[in-house]
């Protein structure tokens, strides 16, 4: 049984599915709306969901962020038809995205607020990142590398290191399972010791 796992008073993450290749769905919630970030691909996140939302604890309206196109992460967005979505002009070539994150945007959620932000990204073009202004960074899959391409973009990696040192975070939450941890010093440790491979 998948559960609902809290960081935070107003943000958490629904776990991820470890039968087959699911990423986490974050989750923002607060007095007047619920946002949501990633759909992941299994039936059983969706009934955490329900369940919650049954019990009051995430309220309607709800927004829906979705970090970039690929099917892990686009594969439950039917479920969340209702929501006003948001994402980049990429991910907008795959789902229907209402609202394209090209800079900071703020969501007002009653007593809190999801805060959305582009990134770049060498796992894929058109990432986008969430933060929860009680300190807790979703970022999908932008912190990995491109396994297609072989590893990291230099450039790229460096942008992504700038976008995470910007952000006011004290929990780093990556879509799947990360070899840096959750705190934002592992992350940013992590990504320039490979900056520093590449450069070699």
Same mark, same amino acid.
């Given at each position: ?87 980049? #002009? ?10 394209? &994150? /090209? %800079?900071?945007?703020? *969501?007002?959620?009653? !007593? =809190? ?41 230099? #450039? ?10 910007? &952000? /006011? %975070?004290?929990?780093? *939450?990556?879509?799947? !399972? =990360? ?22």
């Amino acid at each position: 049984m998948l559960h609902y796992v809290s960081l935070t008073p107003h943000a958490g993450y629904i776990e991820q599915d470890d039968r087959f290749l699911c990423p986490k769905i974050g989750v923002i919630h607060g007095s007047s709306g619920t946002f949501y970030f990633d759909c992941g691909t299994s039936r059983k996140q969706l009934d955490v969901i329900d369940a919650l939302r049954k019990e009051g604890e995430f309220k309607n309206p709800s927004y829906l962020g979705v970090s970039h196109f690929h099917a892990d992460h686009i594969a439950n967005f039917p479920y969340f038809a209702s929501c006003k979505t948001y994402g980049s #002009s990429n991910t907008a070539k795959y789902v229907r995205i209402d609202q394209i &994150v /090209d %800079a900071r945007m703020e *969501v007002d959620l009653g !007593d =809190a607020k999801a805060i959305l932000l582009p990134i770049i990204s060498s796992h894929s073009k058109g990432s986008t990142i969430l933060l929860s202004d009680d300190g807790v960074c979703f970022v999908g899959d932008a912190l990995y590398d491109n396994v297609n391409q072989g590893g990291y973009n230099r #450039s790229a990696l460096f942008e992504t290191i700038k976008t995470i040192e910007g &952000v /006011d %975070a004290i929990s780093i *939450v990556s879509g799947h !399972d =990360a070899p840096y941890g959750e705190t934002k010093e592992g992350v940013l440790a992590f990504l320039r010791n490979e900056l520093k491979k590449l450069a070699l």
